[in-house]
């Protein structure tokens, strides 16, 4: 799952100027560090939030800092409260462009936390955003990041077909991008077309995807950033012990995997790649009639993707909790707002009441006078 | 699931029972044919209130061992609130496959059913993080209430306790194991669980025969996928150990196919789950929303309907008394109109005039709707300088004013004179005092009395009560 954030790490925004001087600096410094220390960057965008004199436009490019960073620095319950805030602001503002960047985020972050259809319904908005006339043709990297998270998201749902149509789509457009970041993108958009491909069986077209994505650590792999360029190796070297495994040969594939859990030994452990590493070296061992160690891989596999559920079950449950927090934060805002208002309006209401009652009180014995003297003239 | 009937310990028709009993009898090996014998006593009875909560529990319970989750929590998706405790506890049990933990409302702190379904979540919550201390009180004391509770509702807990106590190797399993067995003889579901213990443990022999026991074809063709993954991951388990590498194969074959049914289930059920909480809490805050809304909307159109009726009264009190000051000053003036005026008419004509004027006025022939200055100077055999003149000195108002105001006056001594007046419409009053509209009447009533023949009629009838 954590494959996305380089992805979308890359969808930041682009801002019209700020009017406060002091504001508008805090905001351009924050959105200049949001690659470089996303921790800080969200702290001074989140001072400036915290400013009651923002405009919109400032309100929403720190909502949309706040959002970027909380996402990469892996904080998905932020993301939700912060994205869904500047995707309301951006919506009245009519900005479709910051609109679809974050819709991408969110949509990102629900796919992180196995909600699949959450994710969908953002990516799907965010696609019908992408044809509206607004849009210019030449927001290539943008649209191509929709497709490519739609083509993840369709490939989580074992939707391989599907999905490899985004990826296309996602290819074709960084193709025409001249974003330098493009080329990271397309990278992993390869990659992924690769598994889609690995998933329906296509083993030939699988490999070419594959060496498509790997990166030519020769020639070319300072334009990358070396974390990024170890993980995309490893993962296009899994692919292929994946396309082995298929072609039954578990040996060579379980030299591969070895040979990656090698290399990243001394790597901070992710999900993504050693579960499946774990999961296809049980299968190749079963395929090797070895039980035992079958046994002793699957257990493994089985521990950790547990861990990792639990994980994921974790934080959906916090967001459940926090839309509990946040309903009934929202069911206070409406009661204080209504219980102003409709306080008001009664004693609005009481007073032009009580006062016209005195007046016609008023009016009536003076009426009753006049009658009297009128009926003794008659 | 011959235990099933002590849930809802009332006496109920007979082919009801037998119903209900065969749903329950059915609910774990073909939960298929539970919906089906629900469905019928649902289309064919007529159920009260505790036989459709009976109802609703086994259909939750039937759809979760089918693995349709999503239908199962669209059923528990009311507030807890507004769920009876034996729905509760299955939804928290369903929500806890889901590894979906929910706040507790605080009216199930008192269901006795609901503390030890707690009680039990919470020994195996405990057991997995390894942090009991006491493990065989905590056991015990877990028997000890499942003899007296209902198995029913506290089946999804036991047998996950059941299953976390068979893996862990504790002196005290197999005593807890054999007695939560005896308990549920006949669920299968808890015979693969002991069997699994048995062979964690190397009693192969022992497990043999138990396996043997199972009913094969049945679990084979089960509908309960959890039930079914579970026989094949016993078997699984049993040939890993026996070195049987085909059998070994198939059914680890068999379970992975189902482990992806399972998967993809649960994973479609937590989206599910999480869009209806989120739902949920949208329709609250529409419907405060609304209500807040119409309240203020109550407050502002009564509010403004009061203001509409007190400002109308207010206007005609404002009227009537413009009218009464009117009608006042009118009287005054009459009053004091009794001063002579310079005569320019020889004196001896003047009084003649005045005279036959007088005989005029006291006649009804004010009413005439021709009479015109040329008639009446005719008919009082003068001419009608003088009597214009004779007129505008001593009425102090022109022919027609002085004509009007006799209609006036003759059309005011009717309505005093005779009551029957009184109800009739104006226009019938402009005619009878020789008007030819009924708006020139009201208009000439107003400016002779200061008051409109209504509020005359009106002032009159209140002086006579």
Request: proline share 2%; with cysteine; glycine share 2%.
């Amino acid at each position: 799952m954590k494959r996305f954030i380089l992805i979308t790490m890359l969808l930041f925004g682009f801002f019209g100027i700020a009017n406060e001087p002091a504001i508008a600096g805090i905001l351009d410094k924050a959105q200049k560090l949001m690659l470089q220390n996303p921790a800080e960057a969200f702290r001074l965008a989140k001072t400036a939030y915290d400013n009651k004199d923002l405009n919109h436009g400032q309100k929403l490019q720190s909502l949309f800092i706040m959002t970027n960073t909380s996402n990469m620095l892996q904080k998905p319950l932020e993301v939700i409260k912060y994205g869904n805030k500047a995707l309301e602001i951006a919506d009245d503002n009519g900005d479709a462009i910051t609109k679809i960047k974050i819709l991408g985020i969110l949509g990102n972050t629900y796919q992180s936390l196995q909600l699949n259809e959450k994710t969908r319904v953002y990516l799907d908005q965010a696609e019908v955003l992408l044809s509206s006339p607004k849009i210019s043709d030449s927001l290539y990297m943008i649209k191509g990041n929709i497709f490519y998270l739609k083509g993840m998201n369709y490939f989580y749902s074992l939707d391989s077909g599907i999905a490899l149509s985004y990826f296309n789509k996602a290819i074709n457009q960084y193709l025409q991008s001249k974003n330098p970041l493009a080329e990271i993108n397309i990278k992993l958009a390869y990659l992924n077309k690769g598994f889609a491909l690995i998933q329906q069986k296509q083993t030939k077209l699988a490999i070419e995807n594959l060496n498509l994505a790997s990166i030519n650590t020769m020639e070319s792999a300072n334009h990358y950033p070396p974390q990024f360029v170890e993980l995309q190796q490893a993962f296009t070297e899994l692919g292929k012990a994946k396309i082995l495994a298929l072609e039954n040969r578990p040996e060579l594939s379980n030299n591969i995997l070895f040979q990656i859990l090698k290399q990243r030994k001394n790597q901070a452990p992710r999900d993504d790649i050693e579960n499946e590493i774990y999961d296809l070296l049980s299968r190749n061992f079963l395929q090797l009639k070895d039980i035992e160690k079958h046994d002793y891989y699957e257990s493994i596999y089985k521990k950790r993707v547990a861990e990792s559920n639990s994980e994921s079950a974790k934080l959906v449950n916090q967001l459940i909790l926090q839309e509990g927090v946040d309903s009934t934060s929202e069911k206070l805002s409406i009661n204080k707002k209504y219980g102003f208002l409709i306080g008001l309006s009664a004693a609005f209401f009481s007073i032009i009441i009580i006062f016209m009652l005195f007046k016609t009180v008023k009016k009536e014995q003076i009426r009753r006078t006049l009658r009297k003297e009128a009926t003794k003239n008659i | 699931m011959f235990f099933f009937l002590s849930i809802f310990g009332k006496s109920i028709d007979p082919e009801k029972k037998q119903l209900f009993q065969k749903a329950g009898y059915d609910l774990v090996l073909t939960p298929e044919k539970t919906l089906e014998t629900l469905d019928y006593l649902e289309k064919n009875f007529v159920l009260d209130t505790d036989e459709k909560e009976k109802l609703d529990y086994l259909k939750i319970k039937s759809l979760f061992f089918q693995n349709n989750l999503n239908d199962a929590l669209k059923k528990i998706a009311n507030n807890d609130e507004n769920i009876s405790p034996n729905i509760l506890i299955l939804k928290r049990s369903i929500l806890n496959y889901l590894s979906i933990k929910t706040p507790f409302a605080k009216k199930d702190e008192t269901n006795n059913d609901i503390i030890f379904s707690e009680q039990i979540k919470d020994l195996t919550n405990k057991i997995n993080q390894n942090k009991i201390k006491n493990i065989s009180a905590s056991l015990s004391d877990v028997l000890k209430k499942a003899t007296t509770s209902n198995l029913i509702l506290a089946r999804e807990n036991l047998l996950s306790l059941f299953k976390t106590v068979g893996s862990k190797d504790f002196q005290s399993s197999e005593y807890f194991l054999k007695e939560i067995q005896k308990l549920y003889n006949n669920d299968v579901e808890f015979q693969i669980f002991y069997a699994q213990f048995l062979i964690e443990n190397n009693h192969l022999a022992e497990a043999k025969t138990l396996i043997d026991l199972l009913p094969k074809d049945s679990l084979e063709q089960t509908t309960n996928i959890n039930l079914k993954y579970e026989y094949y991951d016993l078997l699984v388990l049993y040939y890993s150990k026996t070195g049987s590498y085909s059998d070994y194969k198939e059914y680890i074959d068999k379970n992975e196919s189902i482990l992806k049914q399972l998967d993809q289930a649960k994973f479609s059920a937590k989206n599910k789950w999480f869009n209806i909480i989120e739902n949920n809490y949208k329709e609250e805050e529409k419907s405060l929303l609304e209500n807040r809304k119409n309240i203020l909307l109550y407050i502002i159109v009564v509010g403004s309907i009061i203001i509409i009726l007190i400002l109308i009264r207010f206007l005609q009190i404002s009227t009537q008394i413009k009218e009464y000051r009117n009608f006042i000053r009118k009287i005054n003036v009459l009053k004091e109109r009794k001063t002579s005026q310079p005569q320019s008419i020889p004196e001896k004509t003047e009084n003649l005039l005045l005279e036959k004027l007088q005989n005029f006025e006291k006649s009804e022939d004010c009413i005439d709707p021709n009479i015109s200055l040329q008639n009446l100077a005719k008919k009082l055999e003068t001419n009608t300088k003088y009597l214009s003149e004779a007129i505008n000195t001593h009425k102090q108002k022109n022919f027609n004013a002085y004509i009007n105001e006799l209609r006036i006056n003759y059309i005011i001594n009717k309505l005093k004179e005779k009551p029957i007046y009184r109800s009739y419409k104006i226009k019938y009053l402009a005619e009878e005092s020789g008007f030819s509209t009924h708006s020139a009447f009201a208009a000439v009533f107003k400016s002779v009395t200061g008051m409109s023949p209504a509020s005359y009629i009106q002032l009159l009838k209140e002086k006579e009560e």
